[in-house]
């Protein structure tokens, strides 16, 4: 699975507020899942840093799985105790700095600190689609449609094989009452990912455009 499709699966978890890693395909046996369980580090270690005394440091993917896990049962303080220690330790890691920036907006309502980690995933990933959309769902969830615009925009620019970004941007400049600019990129959604969630909402959002016209 491609870099992209796991940021945006994970950041669909994410603004769904699972907060949870995506779920398992197949189910382990048994014995796998017993194993499994007792290699998982636990929130102390991965808040601590290491198990024990001279034992290696838990690893990242892990303790990443054990801070989204956190979230999804509302327990912030933690999960951004051991987001902020991973960051620390991979701050070029954009799907940590992602899934920072949500749980300190979701969890502690820090605007400006979840701000900061969006763009810091920026920085490691430009382009990165997951903060992206982050970016672009936050503003237009404060009512900043210019700034929500500019943000899917790039996201359409730096991502043009997903449609997502081109739907968020139609749903955009309808709100702003400029469905005639929307009408032509959902009509390019509906037509070039047929059997897509996108080309659905996409057709659903040209029904609007249409009642736009005068």
């Known amino acids: 699975m491609s870099l992209f499709i ?24 048994k ?9 998982s580090p636990s929130p102390e270690s991965c808040l601590a840093g290491a198990e024990a005394a001279g034992a ?8 990443h799985h054990v801070a989204l896990d ?12 051991i987001e902020t220690r991973l960051f620390e330790r991979e701050p070029s890691n954009p799907e940590i700095s992602t899934a920072l920036a949500r749980m300190q907006e979701t969890g502690r309502k820090d605007v400006v600190q979840a701000l900061r980690m ?4 920026l ?39 997903q449609p997502l970004f081109k739907v968020r941007l139609a749903e955009v400049l309808i709100e702003s009452g400029r469905a005639q600019e929307a009408a032509p990129i959902l009509q390019s959604v509906a037509d ?7 080309a659905d909402d996409a057709r659903r959002l040209l029904g609007r455009t249409a009642l736009a016209r005068p």
Request: charged letters at 15%.
């Open 70 to 81: 956190l979230a999804s049962a509302r327990d912030f303080d933690r999960a951004i105790g």
């Open 6 to 29: 796991r940021s945006l699966a994970a950041f669909a978890i994410l603004l769904m507020l699972g907060l949870a890693a995506p779920a398992i395909l197949s189910a382990p046996t």
């Open 31 to 39: 014995g796998a899942a017993v194993a499994a369980a007792a290699a």
């Open 123 to 161: 920085y490691a990933a430009p382009g990165y689609p997951a903060a992206l959309l982050g970016l672009g769902s936050h503003w237009k969830g404060r009512g900043e449609s210019l700034i929500a615009e500019r943000y899917f925009a790039r996201g359409v620019r730096e991502n043009p094989g």
């Open 192 to 198: 070039s990912f047929p059997g897509t969630g996108e």
């Open 56 to 63: 290696s440091t838990p690893d990242v993917a892990a303790c």
């Open 118 to 121: 969006y763009h810091e995933a």
